[in-house]
């Protein structure tokens, strides 16, 4: 048997291991029902509610990140996954706006809802030029970077460890107060959208640089870029805007050996080739309904790995065990052939996903999912 790390790396270098290596993202709920312990926060986990006591956001994400490790030992996953939106400048405390809202170091608008353990975005305080010459970028050699030694070091040489990382694209609309915004300053103020997004992706890019050279060995592009229906800008926009930082990101992958995929949900036919010709090594979650993973494998198996894409929305949260059984079978059926494949959900083990319906999706890709294919 190869060890976790052997089986994910070899998969995710377009070879076939011992077993179809499985990984997946885990939202607080299926945390705290995994390892019976309390995470601190809601999904995403940057914050906690205003309290008379200071909340030290270094704690909550070494304790956040400590119990996602255990999580991913426990249900048997071959990888660690971390974020880096939870790195933060050390002693950076949120600027609350009541006990349940709050501003953080990118100037971007959040709310707390403990009772369901949600965190979600509600706008974004960069409404001009003016606003952006004020904004104060965080210091990435003043992050701390704990999540990354501790999740580095637990790991050892048993798991790979993967990092999810913002560029430009969802963060700079965030800050902007929506997406829409962003669209027209795309068209009416160029200059200004050039600006916010050069920013953020200047910050991130020194980020990653500094996760990297602690150890880690995939990057996650994460920043969504599509809906159901297309992208969210024709390719031109893209390459004129946002395009030149990811070849930057990739370049700075290869220099250090650390592979780097690509994960959007929706529909991204119309850019797929673009994406693959920046020199992304694999593609996640391949959105159920919108993409077809048979079809996706096999136009471009033979040059990314995938990853993905057990139906989150409707079989992980309200599926039997015969339909999580049946959907998982579907994806190794689809991709698995030939190596370059790792099952996941396709997005998140999210907070309305049956916990019973992870351990299930593990079983049986782990039942299923066994080299050599004749089986399949």
Not at 62 to 88: H, K, P, S, W
Not at 150 to 178: F, K, N
Not at 232 to 254: H, N, V
Not at 271 to 298: Q, S, T, W, Y
Request: proline share 5%; with cysteine.
């Amino acid at each position: 048997m190869m060890s976790h790390k052997e089986r994910f790396m070899m998969a995710a270098k377009l070879g076939e291991p011992d077993l179809v290596p499985i990984c997946a993202w885990l939202d607080p709920v299926p945390v705290e029902k995994i390892t019976g312990k309390a995470m601190i926060g809601g999904a995403g986990y940057t914050s906690a509610r205003k309290s008379d006591q200071r909340i030290d956001i270094d704690e909550i994400s070494v304790r956040n990140q400590r119990l996602m490790n255990e999580t991913c030992r426990r249900l048997g996953l071959d990888a660690f996954n971390l974020d880096t939106e939870f790195i933060y400048e050390r002693g950076y405390e949120p600027d609350y706006v009541d006990s349940d809202t709050y501003i953080d170091h990118f100037r971007r608008v959040w709310r707390i809802r403990e009772d369901v353990k949600t965190t979600y975005w509600i706008d974004g305080l960069i409404k001009s030029p003016e606003d952006l010459d004020r904004f104060r970028p965080p210091d990435p050699d003043e992050m701390c970077y704990d999540i990354v030694d501790i999740t580095v070091e637990e790991a050892a040489d048993e798991y790979p460890v993967i990092a999810w990382c913002h560029l430009s694209e969802t963060i700079s609309w965030q800050m902007r107060g929506g997406i829409d915004k962003m669209v027209q300053d795309i068209y009416r103020k160029p200059e200004f959208a050039r600006r916010l997004i050069g920013t953020v992706a200047e910050i991130n890019l020194e980020i990653v640089k500094r996760v990297m050279d602690r150890g880690v060995d995939l990057i996650v592009w994460d920043d969504d870029i599509a809906d159901s229906k297309s992208p969210y800008y024709p390719r031109r926009i893209f390459e004129d805007f946002y395009f030149s930082y990811a070849k930057r990101l990739i370049q700075e992958c290869r220099k250090r050996d650390v592979l780097v995929m690509k994960h959007s949900d929706g529909n991204l036919y119309p850019i797929l080739d673009e994406l693959i010709a920046l020199g992304i090594n694999g593609l996640h979650p391949i959105e159920p309904g919108v993409m077809d993973l048979a079809d996706v494998k096999k136009k471009y198996g033979k040059k990314i790995f995938l990853m993905g894409n057990v139906d989150c929305v409707h079989v992980l949260p309200y599926g039997s065990e015969e339909d999580v059984r049946k959907d998982v079978r579907r994806c190794i059926d689809a991709a698995a052939e030939g190596g370059g494949f790792i099952l996941a959900d396709s997005n998140s083990i999210h907070n309305n996903c049956k916990v019973e319906n992870v351990w299930t999706m593990v079983d049986e890709a782990r039942k299923y999912g066994r080299y050599p294919t004749k089986q399949w």
